[in-house]
């Protein structure tokens, strides 16, 4: 077969979706899109990951191998061929945006998404940016490279938007289908044809003014959670010198049915979002001459919460004749949210090394994650919980299996999630 007749063939074939990137964001997107009878393929860079999703074996929690054997039923594929969005209906990009060097976004993989995209480019397509980051990507970094490498306008020749992802790992209510899903295209015949997508698969289509707004709506969740973290995590702080039992104070607070919203301190912050993305507005405010400083003196608060959960742990081991340089000291949890085997970001790690640099013995807990190294250090695992040996135990994450019963009779706690306020030994932070 001739190349022309190849091309003829491919073109033959349409795909309703390429979702670029198979990771926390970009796999649900797919099952979702799947589930409701769309073709579509998920392209990632990573060899490994994409075999291993061909052999129908997942790498996030929120799709099990058995929902993968589903989707691939279903006509799913993963491929690292980004020519097949030469026949994609619509280009979904749900690559990472980490922190760079600077503070702001490192957008070295939505930059090389977007080539690889514009490369392939047809006209009358759809391409969507779902990755975080600050206001105005869209149109200022992704809109030209598509031009550049494909010759054709946004919002002439092929609609463009942003849709920000509202993936929470782990989340037994909300999914892709039931959360609300914001657009913003570049025009409104882009905001309309994004809707009609997502309208394919997902229940609620909420429309942005334009994808500034779409990109700030994602920013101003997360810098939100943010702020009220470190408001709790600092009353954390004086409440214990002051004698107040914080926890108490929050169950009281959320009894009001009008004006006020629980958060709860704990040993920092962790996850994909909250610890990174309100950077991502920071660093853009300081590009226009100035700081945003609730968003820099939240991170301030929330990046000491490591070395106070260890001061903590210190003045309880004392408080028992023991130096935290001589004592062996379990943590429980070591992912970021409970219940999930995701480390991204988690405050466990900072904890660990400070414990590690004042001398002590450490060891872990986790049943979602089988191995964990801090740094060079490959930290002990204990995998029979009630016979642990340890002067303390820090509870770090809160998952469903640490009830009272499960650990170690009359081992100290640190219980740094309030999981077990009121259990004879534990000290809630």
Not at 63 to 76: F, K, N, P, T
Not at 230 to 240: H, I, W
Not at 296 to 303: P, Y
Request: glycine residues 8%; aromatic residues 6%.
């Amino acid at each position: 077969m001739s190349a022309n007749d190849a091309a003829a063939v491919d073109a033959a074939h349409p795909i309703d979706l390429v979702v670029v990137g198979q990771g926390y964001v970009g796999l649900p997107l797919a099952q979702a899109a799947i589930a409701k009878g769309l073709s579509v393929v998920g392209l990632d860079r990573s060899q490994p990951v994409v075999d291993a999703l061909n052999a129908g074996s997942s790498h996030i929690d929120d799709v099990s191998d058995a929902e993968l054997e589903l989707m691939i039923r279903g006509g799913y594929t993963a491929s690292t061929d980004a020519s097949v969005q030469a026949r994609a209906k619509a280009i979904v990009i749900c690559v990472p945006t980490p922190l760079g060097e600077a503070g702001g976004p490192d957008l070295a993989a939505v930059i090389g998404a977007s080539h690889a995209a514009g490369r392939h480019l047809q006209r009358g397509s759809l391409v969507v940016l779902e990755s975080t980051t600050y206001p105005g990507t869209t149109e200022e970094v992704v809109a030209p490279i598509l031009r550049e490498e494909s010759g054709l306008e946004a919002g002439v020749d092929f609609h463009l938007a942003f849709s920000p992802e509202r993936v929470d790992p782990g989340n037994p209510v909300y999914g892709i289908v039931n959360t609300p899903k914001v657009v913003g295209g570049l025009t409104p015949a882009c905001t309309a044809a994004a809707k009609a997508l997502y309208s394919r698969f997902i229940d609620t289509i909420v429309e942005a003014k334009g994808p500034r707004e779409a990109e700030m709506a994602k920013l101003l969740e997360n810098t939100y959670r943010h702020v009220n973290i470190a408001l709790v995590n600092e009353m954390a702080v004086f409440c214990q010198e002051l004698g107040v039992d914080l926890w108490d104070a929050i169950n009281l607070a959320k009894t009001k049915p009008f004006g006020y919203q629980a958060f709860y301190p704990g040993p920092g912050v962790g996850g994909h979002c909250i610890p990174i993305d309100p950077n991502y507005l920071s660093y853009k405010v300081r590009t226009l001459g100035y700081p945003f400083r609730f968003v820099e003196l939240a991170q301030e608060i929330n990046n000491r919460m490591p070395e106070y959960v260890v001061q903590r742990a210190m003045a309880k081991l004392n408080a028992n004749g023991l130096a935290l340089s001589r004592a062996r000291v379990l943590l429980l949890g070591v992912t970021y949210k409970p219940d999930i085997a995701d480390q991204r970001e988690s405050p466990s790690t900072p904890v660990a090394r400070k414990l590690l640099a004042a001398g002590a013995e450490l060891a872990y807990h986790d049943p979602h994650v089988p191995a964990w190294s801090v740094g060079a250090d490959q930290i002990e695992r204990v995998t029979e919980l009630e016979t642990a040996k340890a002067d303390l135990i820090v509870l770090l994450t809160n998952h469903a299996e640490y009830q009272a019963e499960a650990l170690p009779a009359g081992v100290p706690v640190l219980d740094t999630r309030g999981a077990l306020r009121g259990v004879e030994g534990v000290e809630a932070l």
